[in-house]
C-alpha cells in the first residue's frame, strides 16, 4: 500500500468523522494527515489522476467542515433565541429566516 493510499483512507475516515459529528476526533488525524502528505508529496510514483482525486476528496472533506460549522452556529442561534425568546422566527418560502412580529391587525376578543 502506497502513501496515496493511505492518505486516502485517512480521508474516508475523516469523511465519516465529520458526518458523525465527531469533531473533537479530528485533530488526532491532523498530525498523521500532514505525515502522509509530505509522503505522498515526495513520491514520485503517484500518478496525477490519484492526486487530482486526493485533492477532489480533501476538499469536499473542507466543504463537509465548514457546512457543518454553520450547522452548529445556527443551532447555536437557535437555542440562544429559545432561552432569551427575543426574536422567534420562521422559514419563508425561500429557506431564509424571517422574524415573526406581533400581529396587530386582530381583534382581541375578551370573555
Not at 479530528?26 to 498523521?32: H, V, W
Amino acid at each position: 500500500m502506497t502513501a496515496a493510499d493511505d492518505l486516502e483512507d485517512l480521508l474516508a475516515m475523516e469523511r465519516q468523522k465529520i458526518l458523525k459529528g465527531q469533531i473533537e476526533e479530528l485533530e488526532a488525524l491532523g498530525a498523521r494527515k500532514l505525515a502522509l502528505l509530505s509522503a505522498v508529496r515526495d513520491d514520485a510514483n503517484t500518478s496525477t489522476e490519484q492526486l487530482e482525486g486526493i485533492m477532489a476528496t480533501a476538499k469536499r472533506n473542507a466543504l463537509l467542515l465548514a457546512a457543518s460549522g454553520r450547522g452548529l452556529k445556527a443551532a447555536i442561534r437557535q437555542i440562544t433565541d429559545a432561552k432569551t425568546q427575543e426574536q422567534q422566527a420562521f422559514y419563508g418560502p425561500n429557506g431564509q429566516r424571517k422574524p415573526m412580529l406581533p400581529r396587530r391587525d386582530r381583534l382581541e376578543q375578551k370573555l
